[in-house]
């Protein structure tokens, strides 16, 4: 087993945050002390010297736009439900007209470790999130694949409980005109699986990791989870209302995820939600696509999507 400050330490990460389990783990995203902030001359351990400058998410030197703002084009999803409304990357689903489980797929690449960041807003009992990694189902020249089904948009999942992706429903109650969302075979094109940032609009599991048709939730929110055989807890970051306090219900949050090798570390609004280390080779993908899922009904809106590599 990889030594715990070995792996929990990004020091490839742009010396943007190391994890020890020699001091309390950060809930914000500063420089580690040492390493330098972006942008200065060279020194050892990161990628400049200097003091340390802690994380601004509005400086976007360096990263690359993955939306324009005012079409869809690098993107490939069901136009019935995608489109771009204020700027921003817009779906909605409603009782009378459902999506069922729908994907967005960004068609720039399949990044392997990169940093992601992105503003969204949700609404209604929207539930989803971001895939990274990931795969398209439907292609049959993809190497490692996930025994699950793939393809749904990802159940709500739970603190430490594992759940299949429910499959879409054929009629959503609550309304008196409850609509029938496309089959099966309609949304097989898009369909993803894979690495997922956990989104929903209530934030009962925004920000943990989840994996789309294989193991379901591997680190909910406020947990540190270490994959090696049996998963361990090996941390708790923050509790429940400290969670609630950072979330902006009905409004834009910022978002940042940090993938390097077998670490996935996911942010909201500056604080650090989950850790997931991932050193069970059969289901590590070291690269995939990107795409945003969706399930539920309500809206979902994203903007100001950029990438940079590591």
């Known amino acids: 087993m990889k030594s715990w400050t070995a792996f929990l330490t990004l020091v490839g990460a742009g010396g943007m945050l190391a994890l020890t389990l020699a001091t309390p783990l950060p809930t914000s995203m500063q420089t580690p002390a040492g390493q330098g902030a972006r942008g200065g001359t060279g020194g050892p351990g990161g990628r400049g010297g200097g003091a340390a400058a802690p994380f601004n998410f509005a400086d976007n030197q360096g990263w ?5 703002g005012r079409s869809l084009n ?7 439900f995608w489109s771009v409304k204020d ?14 489980s729908a ?6 690449g399949e990044p392997a470790d990169f940093e992601l960041k992105w503003e969204s807003k949700a609404t209604g ?15 049959p020249t993809v190497g490692l694949t996930y025994g699950g089904r793939g393809g749904g948009g990802g159940g709500r999942g739970g603190r430490g409980t594992a759940e299949s992706p429910p499959a879409a429903p054929t009629s959503i109650p609550g309304c008196s005109n409850p609509g029938t969302p496309p089959a099966e075979a309609e949304r097989a094109r898009y369909n993803m699986a894979g690495p997922q940032f956990r989104l929903d609009a209530s934030n009962t599991s925004s920000g943990q990791y989840y994996e789309q048709g294989g193991r379901s939730v591997g680190s909910s929110q406020g947990q540190v989870v270490l994959a090696e055989g049996q998963s361990s807890i090996l941390t708790t970051l923050a509790e429940r209302n400290a969670i609630n306090s950072w979330f902006r219900k009905d409004d834009y949050n910022q978002f940042l995820l940090v993938v390097k090798g077998n670490n996935h570390l996911m942010f909201v609004n500056g604080h650090l ?3 997931f280390v991932d050193n069970i080779s059969g289901s590590f993908r070291p690269s995939g696509k990107i795409g945003i899922a969706i399930a539920g009904t309500g809206e979902l809106f994203v903007r100001n999507m950029r990438l940079r590599g590591l």
């Open 64 to 68: 690359a736009p993955m939306f324009d």
């Open 87 to 100: 700027g921003a990357i817009y779906v909605s689903a409603t009782c009378e007209k459902p999506a069922g």
């Open 74 to 80: 690098g993107w490939d999803g069901d136009q019935r």
């Open 103 to 108: 994907y967005l797929v960004w068609l720039g």
């Open 125 to 139: 009992s929207f539930e989803g999130g971001v895939q990274y990694r990931s795969y398209l189902t439907s292609d």
């Open 273 to 275: 939600l989950s850790v």
